[in-house]
């Protein structure tokens, strides 16, 4: 049982090089979620969608762009990358969060420095 | 405004101690959830426990329980009996809808814990 898979795990860029990060679950979850975490300040939500064919922004969109065209994959697009953009990229899923105890399955993370 | 306030960058505990790390929350919708989260230095993100708004006993799970005081919106984590295994970044989340959108979980900047044998 697989859960959340988020490829690659490591990629370096230079500054204006484009590259989309994978994530794929398969416990065929409604809600999924990309996050960024940067040294003390946590983890903060780019992007998220709540069912195939929908994605919505979160905290920090700006630079990045969503597709789900399928349930099962979540795909995290940098156009242009830029040095700001240099963190470690958490893909998470959950069934919903409309029934309150229900959590977040996180992938094991993608390290992305933009050069 | 932050939703989700975590005061303590780092903490230090010896091992088999008690130790308190602090989550404040703030949110104008009655229902909602509090989560904790454990990161060893691994990376993966591990979930620990969770209290709902209406949930009336504090929840435990284990080594783990939350000290829940809705009127102060503070819902911070207790893990008794530290184990040197227990040393990780450990993150204090809320379930969030209020303005409207769908539900999402918003997480605090985290407090490092070591543990000292």
């Known amino acids: 049982n697989a859960g959340v898979t988020q490829t690659p795990k490591f990629r370096v860029l230079k500054t204006g090089q484009s590259m989309t990060l994978l994530c794929a679950q398969d416990?065929?979850?409604?809600?999924m979620y990309w996050y960024r975490q940067d040294p003390g300040m946590g983890l903060r939500l780019i992007h998220y969608?709540?069912?195939?064919?929908?994605?919505a922004k979160g905290e920090v969109p700006d630079g990045y762009n969503v597709s789900r065209l399928k349930k099962q994959n979540f795909l995290l697009g940098l156009e242009s990358a830029a040095p700001s953009q240099t963190s470690v990229y958490f893909c998470?899923?959950?069934?919903?969060?409309?029934?309150?105890?229900?959590?977040?399955?996180f992938g094991s993370g993608t390290q992305l420095s933009v050069l | 405004a932050q939703k989700i306030t975590q005061t303590q960058p780092g903490m230090f505990v010896q091992e088999k101690e008690a130790v308190t790390l602090d989550c404040t929350y703030d949110?104008?919708?009655?229902?909602?959830?509090l989560f904790w989260y454990k990161q060893p230095s691994s990376g993966e993100m591990i979930f620990l426990i969770y209290?709902?708004?209406?949930?009336?006993q504090n929840a435990t799970e284990g080594r783990y329980s939350l000290n829940f005081q809705k009127a102060r919106k503070s819902a911070n984590l207790v893990i008794s009996a530290s184990q040197l295994g227990d040393s990780a970044m450990y993150f204090c989340?809320?379930?969030?809808?209020?303005?409207?959108?769908?539900?999402?979980?918003?997480f605090g900047k985290g407090t490092k814990l070591t543990v000292n044998p």
């Open positions: 998470a899923s959950s069934y919903s969060l409309l029934f309150r105890d229900e959590k977040l399955f």
């Open positions: 416990m065929n979850h409604e809600y």
């Open positions: 969608s709540v069912g195939e064919g929908t994605t």
């Open positions: 949110t104008s919708d009655p229902s909602y959830g």
């Open positions: 209290q709902g708004s209406y949930d009336q």
């Open positions: 989340a809320m379930r969030d809808s209020a303005q409207g959108g769908s539900e999402k979980l918003v």
